[in-house]
């Protein structure tokens, strides 16, 4: 922030001190980039599922080499995966869901649908899975069409289902072609749980696959908090990214963002996209408030900004990239001396 007091600073002064400014940048930039002497490092932390290897695959697939068909086809065995997880979360999730609730009968599967259900939620809890054949595919949509599946896919957010569901179930029979190669969306699209990485979440009515009691934002919040007290992050510039925005907007028309104990002082004020960014700014002020309780807002050594993404989106994450460098090459200038 003070960072940004600086740069305006300059920006009220005369013009052409301004311009010979900007050149010495432009030109220090230049020339550290061809010598490779700045080097950005970044350490993607967020919760399950918040994107962070999707981010990651934009990276690749922007700024470096891409997918060629080998890694490409890598992908098949995750993405059938995906597939098969999905119907079986579906149809257990049914299950479940007429026992459970009050309209419990719309949640029944047609009997002649059932048989389907059984075979694909045994198949679905295999370790290994089978390739997606043809037959598989066309008994998968045939589940999938069925209304009792469609009313268990609206209360997704009360099961653990991947938010890839929708577009792989949308695209079987491409899949399921002897010949597939998936494409790099179906790649965006993949869900395999990344390993050894510490797991930010813009998902406020969720629980966390690890703890199906904890709400995903409360995880977040504790999450970045911990993060900004941690000494070894002391001087490090956070980008806090705001992902899955194009689900976000969707769904605070539905359900309200007071569901979530940390904002449940919200009020709606509007609706339609008034409202959505009304919700968005309600949530980046809680993130903006949470930073500056860690944070004397004098602090020039750190960077705090906030981006919304959809990690899906290249030219939003290349738009949003291109910020975020050229805020850390600032911040470089900065501290050399330049700024
Ligand atoms: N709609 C939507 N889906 C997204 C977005 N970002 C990621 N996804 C999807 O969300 C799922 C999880 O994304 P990942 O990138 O695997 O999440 P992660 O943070 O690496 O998860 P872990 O490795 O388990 O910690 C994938 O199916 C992605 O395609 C987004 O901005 N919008
Ligand atoms: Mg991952």
């Known amino acids: 922030m003070g960072l940004l007091c600086s740069k305006n600073r300059r920006y009220n002064a005369a013009d052409s ?19 490779e002497k700045h080097i950005q490092k970044l350490l993607l932390l967020g919760a399950g599922e918040s994107g962070k290897s999707t981010i990651f695959k934009q990276i690749k697939l922007l700024f ?7 890694e490409l086809k890598s992908y098949i065995s995750v993405i059938h995966a995906n597939v098969y997880q999905t119907i079986k979360v579906l149809y257990d999730g049914s299950k479940e869901l007429a026992q459970n609730e009050t309209d419990s009968m719309k949640f029944v599967v047609s009997s002649e649908n059932k048989e389907i259900g059984e075979k694909l939620s045994e198949i679905g809890g295999r370790l290994d899975y089978p390739r997606l054949t043809k037959e598989l595919a066309e008994d998968i949509e045939t589940l999938w069409a069925d209304p009792a599946i469609q009313e268990t896919y609206a209360h997704g957010n009360e099961l653990q289902l991947p938010d890839c569901a929708n577009y792989f179930m949308e695209n079987l029979q491409r899949l399921s072609d002897a010949n597939y190669v998936p494409t790099k969306d179906d790649v965006l699209y993949a869900r395999v749980r990344t390993t050894g990485v510490v797991e930010i979440q813009f998902r406020y009515d969720q629980t966390l696959f690890e703890d199906e009691q904890k ?12 993060v900004l007290k941690q000494p070894c992050f002391e001087k490090t510039s956070f ?12 769904k605070v028309l539905k359900v309200p963002l007071n ?25 980046k002020k809680k993130f903006e408030e949470l930073y500056f309780q860690s944070t004397a807002p004098d602090r020039v050594d750190r960077v705090f900004k906030i981006y919304r993404t959809t990690a899906l989106d290249p030219k939003l994450v290349k738009k949003t990239f291109k910020l975020v460098d050229e805020t850390l090459r600032r911040r470089h200038l900065f501290e ?4």
Request: with cysteine.
């Open 64 to 70: 470096q080499t891409g997918f060629d068909e080998a």
């Open 215 to 226: 709400n995903r934002m409360m995880e977040t919040k504790e999450l970045f908090d911990w």
């Open 17 to 35: 001190e301004e311009n010979a400014q900007t050149a010495e940048i432009e030109r220090r930039i230049e020339q550290e980039t061809k010598a």
């Open 239 to 250: 980008m806090l990214f705001l992902n899955k925005f194009d689900i976000f907007e969707k």
């Open 259 to 283: 569901v979530c104990e940390w904002f449940k002082d919200y009020q709606p004020a509007s609706t339609g996209k008034q409202e959505i960014e009304h919700a968005y700014e309600f949530v």
């Open 336 to 339: 050399a001396g330049l700024l």
